[in-house]
């Protein structure tokens, strides 16, 4: 069915031109050839074919999350990942850390003029496989094209919907005095490894991001039963901001241990070489989770055991009653000081 | 509840400074301070507030449209409309055009380094009065901040939930020989609008964007029972790409009288200026219905009713057996030839 709108209906990729042209933003044949040779061909399925100007989903009555989010990072290819599977696993972890199983993702794409087709190519079959392994589907898009300006960008948007099927009430107001505060892995990684590619900086080892899709970590902990307060993914100001973010809105004071909290030898060095505060730089397969204290051993056994967790799971800190301040980190040597939401960006263009 | 994080909390939008900086996008205070002093205040509702990461919705059983769209205009303000309203109505009618009733929209800002802080918070107001309009609240949203070009780019992404509350199956295996082929009004208005402005054209008077929501006038001929077989609103590509994308997915021919598509003089003229053809010019307000034959008259009774589709609806074809070519345009005199997919951009950033 169909008409063969170009006389050319050859849906090889090398028919493909090298670049992306203001043309494959305008609507018409150039766009649609796109659509079909690159964007279809991997990220194929039932709805996203059906779908021209919206997708068609059936859902079970219930509550749902929805959560959008745009991934501007340079270079778009980093050790570790890409723009494409950082744009899934961004949109899936909001959606973990509202309780939700992530379901269904819309991508909208922003093309810069003279962005190869072959990076396109290659961060739309990453972007399928990330949500492959996150057990969600790219049901709709969109693509436009903007003015040149190095040549390279690519923006992508991913907006999800989850369904929320249990009945605790995640959020700052269920925090309490006593929790513990976990996170599950070492952090930094990611905004490491986006700067070092960036300013073509050489590790050894190389430092490779943490993105990761959280929805199954946070799904186990879920139906474990473990009493979650509140989760938190620490992505733009790090875990200072997650922390900052959480304790503000619950009103309450969080002390954490500056001992506890897992950060590689390698980070920790490319910070101080860079200038940057480790607690500031942006993961994008991290979460701080605040829980119960009698669940917290529980729950850190559940963390080890998936892989984007396994390796530095910790319990770093607990809820104190309502102090003068909303974050407080203890130091090695017994000093509390006060750890601030970041005031503005310290990497920018990394998420 | 909650900490003044910054030692200031003073909620007056003079407080923000003048340009985005990109600070604003970085995840701490900066970005905090824009949040609360202009997204939450324009875009203020509960689920809105409630959210960090997701927000949480309740949604009845069945069947719903999820639809994403970027947009991408310069000039961001344009006669009749800018950016943020047309963000609301881009999206609206997508979900209306597959037949649903658009609830919830999220929003992903895009805003570049220079961008006056005084024209973000008149679009933001100005997408909440469109979404006000068209019955949608704007439930979650997401803020970047990309490096300065020209130091006024803002990109909206909105993507958008739809519930689908009738039984119809659109689409374009329910197009069939002798249906008629419907518009809601004169075309090209949006594009012409958006040039002009971008390019400094004075016409007397002036060329006014189309841009309007269209799911009220769309839900009044679902609950009408006027059997429509397919919609497309005419936005990148205008008539022609509309008219050949239904027609191509259906394997028909649709035939179109040229003297009963309306196009405004002031269009017209316009095109001829700018070396245009009036049917490939990008609308935001109009759609392209296809009925079946007997309907015909009742749904232009049902478009005349509404305010958005009040000037010129009209009859301007109908579906032929398949022939040789998707669409084919009979002129005045009587002669017919191919009205084709454009081949790529004619007017860039209108939409």
Redesign the interface.
Do not use: W
């Given at each position: 069915?169909?008409?063969s709108?170009?006389g050319l209906s050859c849906p090889i990729p090398h028919a493909l031109p090298a670049r992306i042209?203001?043309?494959?933003?305008?609507?018409?044949?150039?766009?649609?050839r796109l659509i079909r040779d690159l964007f279809a061909r991997h990220l194929d399925n039932g709805a996203l074919q059906?779908?021209?100007?919206?997708?068609?989903?059936?859902?079970?009555?219930?509550?749902?999350?929805?959560?959008?989010?745009?991934?501007?990072v340079r270079p778009v290819e980093f050790p570790g990942g890409d723009v494409g599977s950082l744009a899934v696993h961004g949109t899936v972890?909001?959606?973990a850390?509202?309780g939700?199983t992530p379901k269904?993702l819309?991508?909208?794409?922003?093309l810069e003029e003279g962005l190869p087709l072959e990076v396109l190519d290659r961060v739309v079959r990453s972007m399928r496989e990330a949500a492959d392994r996150a057990g969600v589907s790219v049901?709709?898009?969109?693509t436009?094209?903007?003015?040149r300006?190095h040549g390279d960008g690519l923006?992508i948007?991913t907006?999800?919907?989850?369904s929320?099927d249990h009945r605790l009430e995640l959020?700052?107001g269920a925090v309490r005095a006593g929790d513990a505060i976990l996170v599950n892995g070492d952090l930094g990684r990611h905004g490491i490894a986006v700067m070092a590619a960036r300013e073509r900086l050489e590790f050894e080892p190389p430092v490779v991001s943490d993105s990761a899709p959280l929805a199954a970590v946070v799904a186990d902990l879920l139906s474990a039963g473990i009493r979650i307060r509140g989760m938190?993914?620490c992505?733009?100001?790090?875990l200072a901001?997650a922390l900052?973010?959480i304790?503000?809105?619950?009103?309450l004071t969080f002390e954490v241990d500056e001992r506890a909290i897992p950060v590689s030898e390698q980070v920790r060095g490319a910070c101080e070489i860079l200038g940057l505060n480790p607690f500031h730089v942006?993961c994008e397969g991290r979460f701080l989770a605040v829980v119960a204290e009698d669940d917290a051993d529980r729950a850190l056994r559940i963390l080890e055991s998936h892989a984007v967790s396994a390796t530095h799971p910790a319990a770093i800190g607990r809820v104190l009653p309502r102090g003068t301040?909303?974050v407080q980190l203890r130091s090695a040597i017994g000093v509390t000081r006060v750890l601030e939401?970041?005031?503005?960006?310290?990497l920018?263009?990394i998420c």
């Open positions: 069915m169909g008409y709108q170009d042209t203001m043309q494959h933003g305008g609507g018409g044949r150039a766009m649609q059906a779908s021209r100007d919206a997708a068609c989903l059936v859902l079970a009555a219930g509550r749902i999350a929805f959560s959008t989010d745009s991934f501007v972890n909001d959606l850390m509202a939700a269904y819309s991508a909208g794409f922003i049901v709709t898009g969109d436009k094209v903007i003015e300006v923006i948007n907006s999800g919907i989850g929320i959020g700052p938190r993914d992505t733009r100001g790090g901001a900052n973010e304790a503000g809105d619950a009103g942006a301040v909303p939401q970041p005031s503005g960006e310290q920018p263009r």
